[in-house]
């Protein structure tokens, strides 16, 4: 059985991505860092209905305590779908942006990236197969006011993504990025009205995690296995 990691997996896209690879028949592994419950809460339903699942806790802020936490799970046996899907915002217009937002947003998607993709990939590499989808944003495609720091880092992983593909692509490892408009969950409800988004998306509605999710699991099955090095929208149409 092959062994699936999602970063921020306790929340609404992670969590359908984590049910997607479970029902894919992967043993997920579900990361959370504040909201351990969720990710618990999570595992157990998943492993109530006959698929693997376990919950992991740790700060992927923190490059020693991530790579500790990781090299131990990966000599268990190698992680091979790494979904990087922890990210948060912290928004304000770029004049009044402090220090602390920019460098915290980063720290999450952009440095949170570095630590554990670093920290898993030797051992994907040794057994000739992997899969790394990294979930950024259509903001890092068409910026959006209040968010240059959001941006910058789902920018800067897609950059990333590009240049580890190229790194990785002789090792049977697909390296590749999705990137969400407007999706219905927690993170973006305080966001985005129904007016606005029936004024934004072409489609009139907000995206399903699972809808995401399935992006997802497409790009980690053996299906994909030509695909690499690529930002893929899914986003109703926005751009």
Request: aromatic content about 6%; proline content about 3%.
């Amino acid at each position: 059985m092959k062994r699936a990691l999602v970063t921020g997996g306790s929340g609404g896209i992670g969590a359908a991505v984590c049910r997607r690879l479970a029902a894919d028949g992967f043993h997920v592994f579900i990361h959370a860092n504040r909201n351990r419950a969720a990710a618990d809460a999570l595992a157990a339903a998943l492993e109530a209905g006959g698929a693997r699942a376990t919950a992991l806790q740790f700060d992927l802020t923190d490059g020693a305590a991530t790579r500790a936490r990781l090299e131990a799970l990966a000599d268990e046996a190698p992680i091979q779908v790494l979904v990087n899907n922890a990210g948060i915002h912290d928004d304000a217009v770029f004049p009044g942006m402090s220090a602390q937002q920019w460098h915290g947003v980063l720290d999450v998607s952009l440095n949170g990236f570095f630590h554990v993709t670093q920290s898993l990939l030797m051992p994907m590499i040794r057994s000739r197969w992997g899969r790394i989808v990294n979930i950024t944003s259509v903001a890092a495609l068409t910026g959006n006011r209040g968010q240059v720091n959001y941006s910058a880092a789902k920018g800067a992983v897609h950059a990333a993504t590009k240049s580890l593909a190229l790194e990785l692509a002789s090792r049977g490892i697909t390296v590749n990025a999705v990137a969400p408009g407007i999706v219905g969950t927690a993170m973006s409800e305080g966001s985005f009205n129904a007016e606005a988004i029936a004024r934004l998306v072409p489609m009139k509605r907000a995206g399903k995690p699972e809808e995401v999710a399935d992006l997802v699991g497409f790009l980690a099955s053996e299906q994909a296995g030509y695909i690499t090095g690529q930002i893929v929208s899914i986003n109703g149409g926005i751009i």
